[in-house]
């Protein structure tokens, strides 16, 4: 059953309760050596989806219907996140921008791939239909069906880190490769990695980054798949909410509730209809993709605006347990404290020069200002080790002077001693200091928090790519021909005679 039969009305989003209920669809996930029978019940994703959830209940919820949601484009008559519709105006960017912080605020930035994510993809489909060629009518339905249900869609990009070194013919039997075309679609199989909240949507978006595309055409498409569609397998990586799931809340508040879940992506023999084909055998098309569909803006723009939700979140956290320790007066910690602000600071800036200075795309729509995509793009890889490094020189062993668990607090023969040697500075409890240190711990300290770095730091790409691609978006859009224009003018100033112009010479 598709998802969207899930749904009462198709003038409006999912609930939470129709979103949970839309995943109960037989999808063959993997974790620990078993098939999950529901991944809705579930310890390793229960609590997860149900975050997920309480965002799809926001978009009808009236405290922030308004902020989030908008009238659909469709014709249906109905309202959507802001984010799922085309942009057509500096005005439409600042709501899609809020939107998107919004949402973030529900999970306080802890969760990167929520639905408006790959709602950077589905917006593209309205706005530059044609760009798909013979499969622009395809297009034209998936960016109506993802806008009116509000589809959770994930996406699978990247070949597997496997014999990456041999030419693709070596690594078919790998990478993701037509086995055979016939008139009703085509058959695929092969792997992809990582696929981010895959168990917890409802359909993967399978792409291509490599020149493999256009070295062997069985390799040149993209598709949009069900998560239930035969062949489909999820082999998940170990669920830091189910090893949470023992423990209090109190010990592992993010853990326990954001983690979103990584998988191995394998197809195995599915059967993808032509409808849902977006690109096949055509390497010009899959490699221009990301600069040419204007996904690269928007799903710069959608991850910017959430990382600046998080460090909002880090930053407050961070003073608070400096406050705990009375560390907060050190010079040493403000000047540093000061420094995770300035981050703060910086990538609010990149989101707000993204949605307050749109570039004009096709017809009347509009697309979020690249440059500010690109800085976001290579910086903000860096900053999230700096305010890690930055928590752990500041917090020090405070983040590791803690009880095993809450239950150590409720015992009589160690509650006592927290309440005197584990109390906090400026009058703060021990309970209070331990909680705060707990949520400091598990943003940092965790595997949660270890995996966390390792997102942040690959999110975009390879930290090499990222680079040269802002340096060839530079060459090809005029800006670094402008740079050099302006050297041009200093070098012209003067020779090896002396100044050139009258401003710089006597009497001038």
Known sequence: MLPEAVIASPQRPFTGAEYIQSLRDGRAV??????????????AFRTSIRSIARLYDALHDPRHKDILTCPTDTGSGGYTHRYFRVSRSREDLRGAQAAIAGWARLSYGWMGRTPDYKAAFSNTLGGFPEYYGAYADNARRWYRRAQEAA??????????????????DSVKDVFVSVIRETDAGIYVSGAKVVATSAAMTHYNFMGQSSKSAIEDLDMSLMFMVPMNAPGLRLICRTSYEAAARHASPFDYPLSSRFDENDAIFVLDNVFIPWEDVFIYRDPARIMSFFPGTGFLHGAMFQGCTRYAVKLDFIAGLLAKALRCTGGDEARSNQVLLGEVIAWRHLFWSLSNAMANNPTPWRGDAVLPELRAAVSYRVFAPDSYPRIKDIVQ????????????????????????????????????????????????????????????????????GGWEDIRAQALTGAQRGGDLAAMEALVDQCLSDYDESGWTGPSWQDGG
Do not use: C
């Open 30 to 43: 993997f974790i620990d050596g078993e098939r999950v029978a529901d991944v809705t019940t579930h310890p």
């Open 151 to 168: 589809l959770f869609m994930n996406h699978a990009i990247v070949n597997p880190p496997v014999d990456r070194h041999k030419p693709p």
């Open 393 to 460: 020189r500041t917090v020090t062993s405070a983040l590791i002077y803690l009880p095993s668990s809450v239950k150590d607090l409720a015992s009589p023969e160690t509650e006592p001693y927290l309440r005197q040697y584990v109390r906090g500075s400026h009058g703060i409890g021990h309970q209070e200091r331990i909680k705060i240190m707990k949520l400091l711990w598990d943003a940092v300290g965790t595997e949660f928090a270890g995996r966390h770095e390792l997102y942040e730091r690959n999110y975009s």
